[in-house]
């Protein structure tokens, strides 16, 4: 298993920038896909971002597509959510999770059944 813990959230204003980090424990760090995940008042948790171990490829949703950026930094065990532009409609809790099996069993591969730990979630607040 593998521990998660986010950090990082905060409440900002429209337009303002916010890096999310989430620590990893008990697993090396470079042998699982990692994934963020998000879920506002109300509504269904949904993919954010996710970043592949072998090769560290990195695929979005569309709604935060060229604001946010994932990464990694195996050295220190700890991935990053790096967010910019940030919109109101971007108020969630937002999780980091790990796929522990060297398989996508669901698809598409942003389902996050896929992801077996998670985090406690950390808060992120955009005001208008």
């Known amino acids: 298993q593998v521990q998660l813990v986010e950090s990082g959230g905060g409440l900002v204003q429209t337009g303002d920038s916010l890096r999310l980090s989430c620590a990893a424990s008990?697993?090396?760090?470079?042998?699982?896909?990692m994934g963020w995940f998000r879920q506002a008042p109300g509504k269904e948790r949904e993919f954010v971002a996710g970043i592949t171990w072998r090769g560290g490829s990195t695929y979005y949703a569309d709604s935060v597509k060229g604001r946010f950026t994932i990464s990694r930094d195996s050295a220190k065990n700890t991935g990053y959510l790096q967010m910019n532009s940030l919109k109101p409609e971007d108020t969630a809790v937002y999780y980091c999770?790990?796929?522990?099996?060297?398989?996508?069993?669901?698809?598409?591969?942003?389902?996050?059944?896929?992801?077996?730990?998670w985090g406690q979630g950390t808060q992120v607040t955009v005001s208008s």
């Open positions: 008990g697993r090396t760090f470079s042998m699982f896909d």
């Open positions: 999770a790990a796929k522990l099996e060297p398989i996508y069993r669901f698809s598409p591969r942003t389902d996050e059944r896929n992801f077996g730990s």
